[in-house]
T-cell receptor
Framework: AQKITQTQPGMFVQEKEAVTLDCTYDTSDQSYGLFWYKQPSSGEMIFLIYQGSYDEQNATEGRYSLNFQKARKSANLVISASQLGDSAMYFCAMRELSSNDYKLSFGAGTTVTVRA | DSGVTQTPKHLITATGQRVTLRCSPRSGDLSVYWYQQSLDQGLQFLIQYYNGEERAKGNILERFSAQQFPDLHSELNLSSLELGDSALYFC????????????FGQGTRLTVV
């Protein structure tokens, strides 16, 4: 079964506007972590933000914030004040802590294109 | 720069051949993960090593194998290559602990012709 679902294959956003990328997850674990990564056209995977399942506050890192709704099992990424350099593919990932391996399961990704 | 080094960056080889991809994790990271990214399968977890021992296996084919050496660098061996093995192969490393993010290398783009 798919653990991470990203339903938006592609999105366009105007420069300086905010964009929300959807991510829902499926787990029976009580303890888990949620991550967002950015993959620009050059190919590297860049870590953006982390949210733990027991964290009461939504995570924020600069222009990135994570809208964590535990009951709905969603962890949406909000990018504020979009810049041209934000054009990239964005992946949501989850780590289930019941396993001892800490591997990340990734969603299919969302391509964001920022327009000038 | 994530601190994870992968070599080579690009590799073109023929079907039936064998290749070795190399990964040096960030200094101090004991865990190494290998992922395959292809257009049709997305990012798939292949295998994880922790301090030299295999910790978890994902969707790794029998034709593929990996190991982690005492200096913590890791190698992914791909043999009897098929056209469908063409993909971007990532290595990632993380410190011990569940909240540690995984830092990815730049990937090795493998093209099988």
């Amino acid at each position: 079964a798919q653990k991470i679902t990203q339903t938006q294959p592609g999105m366009f956003v105007q420069e300086k506007e905010a964009v929300t990328l959807d991510c829902t997850y499926d787990t029976s674990d009580q303890s888990y972590g949620l991550f967002w990564y950015k993959q620009p056209s050059s190919g590297e995977m860049i870590f953006l933000i982390y949210q733990g399942s027991y964290d009461e506050q939504n995570a924020t890192e600069g222009r990135y914030s994570l809208n964590f709704q535990k009951a709905r099992k969603s962890a949406n990424l909000v990018i504020s004040a979009s810049q041209l350099g934000d054009s990239a593919m964005y992946f949501c990932a989850m780590r289930e802590l019941s396993s001892n391996d800490y591997k990340l399961s990734f969603g299919a990704g969302t391509t964001v294109t920022v327009r000038a | 720069d994530s601190g994870v080094t992968q070599t080579p960056k690009h590799l073109i080889t023929a079907t039936g051949q064998r290749v070795t991809l190399r990964c040096s994790p960030r200094s101090g990271d004991l865990s190494v993960y290998w992922y395959q990214q292809s257009l049709d399968q997305g990012l798939q977890f292949l295998i994880q090593y922790y301090n030299g021992e295999e910790r978890a296996k994902g969707n790794i084919l029998e034709r593929f194998s990996a190991q982690q050496f005492p200096d913590l660098h890791s190698e992914l061996n791909l043999s009897s290559l098929e056209l469908g093995d063409s993909a971007l192969y990532f290595c990632a490393s993380s410190a011990r602990g569940p909240v540690s993010e995984a830092f990815f290398g730049q990937g090795t783009r493998l093209t099988v012709v």
